[in-house]
């Protein structure tokens, strides 16, 4: 059974920072790409960043000198810095990886449960 568990969100002022993490637990052979996406209310769930096993990193245009992702391929962890917070980054946050279960296996993508961010102005 593979988990995704996120740490890290919270409530902020505008121009603050965050620091999200999200860890892969259970029994699978690798783990592909792993991104953040996120959902504010109304509004459909948004790619904000995403990051390959190799370390090739891509944003959401709104997001690209604010945040960034990274990953240790070691601890199955993947995470998102965010500075210069802006009310407009309030959402759930969730954490999203690529997850291959065997050496034979095709990857199945798993979620996590999600982390509220809420940024005051």
């Known amino acids: 059974q593979v988990q995704l568990v996120e740490s890290g969100g919270g409530l902020v002022q505008a121009g603050g920072s965050l620091r999200l993490s999200c860890v892969a637990s259970?029994?699978?052979?690798?783990?592909?790409?792993m991104g953040w996406y996120r959902q504010a209310p109304g509004k459909e769930r948004e790619l904000v960043a995403s990051?390959?096993?190799?370390?090739?990193?891509k944003y959401k245009e709104s997001v690209k000198d604010r945040f960034t992702i990274s990953r240790h391929n070691g601890k199955n962890t993947v995470y998102l810095q965010m500075d210069g917070l802006r009310p407009e980054d309030t959402a759930f946050y969730y954490c999203?990886?690529?997850?291959?279960?065997?050496?034979?296996?095709?990857?199945?993508?798993?979620w996590g449960q999600g982390t509220q961010v809420t940024v005051s102005s």
């Open positions: 259970g029994n699978f052979f690798n783990i592909n790409d």
């Open positions: 990051i390959t096993r190799g370390g090739r990193e």
């Open positions: 999203n990886a690529e997850i291959v279960p065997s050496f034979w296996g095709a990857y199945e993508t798993h």
